[in-house]
C-alpha cells in the first residue's frame, strides 16, 4: 500500500512535458541508460497486468479460488467492490 501511494504521488505530480523527460536509469549488464519517464511507467503498469494475469492463472489450476485481481474502481463496480474501495481509501 505504501509503494502503491508513493506512485500515485509521484504520478499525480508530473506533467505532461515530464513524461518525456529523460532519467538515467541502471540496466545493470547495459550500464546506464536514459529513458523517458512515460516509456518507464508504461513498463511499470504493463509488467503489473502481466503477474496480476500470471497469479490469476497459477491460482486457476489449483484448488484455491483465485481472488479478484483486476484493478475493478469503477462507479459501476462500487456496489460489488465497496470494501475494498473503503479499505484502499480512493
Known sequence: ??????????????????????VITDRRDDGMIPEKIGDILA????????????????LSGTSVAPPQLDASLLDTD????KEEVERLKI
Open 43 to 58: 513498463h511499470v503498469f504493463l509488467h503489473d497486468i502481466h503477474h496480476r494475469g500470471q497469479v490469476h492463472a497459477m
Open 78 to 81: 462500487l456496489k460489488v467492490r
Open 1 to 22: 500500500t505504501a509503494a502503491d501511494r508513493r506512485l500515485i504521488g509521484f504520478c499525480e505530480k508530473l506533467s505532461a512535458d515530464d513524461l518525456d523527460r529523460r
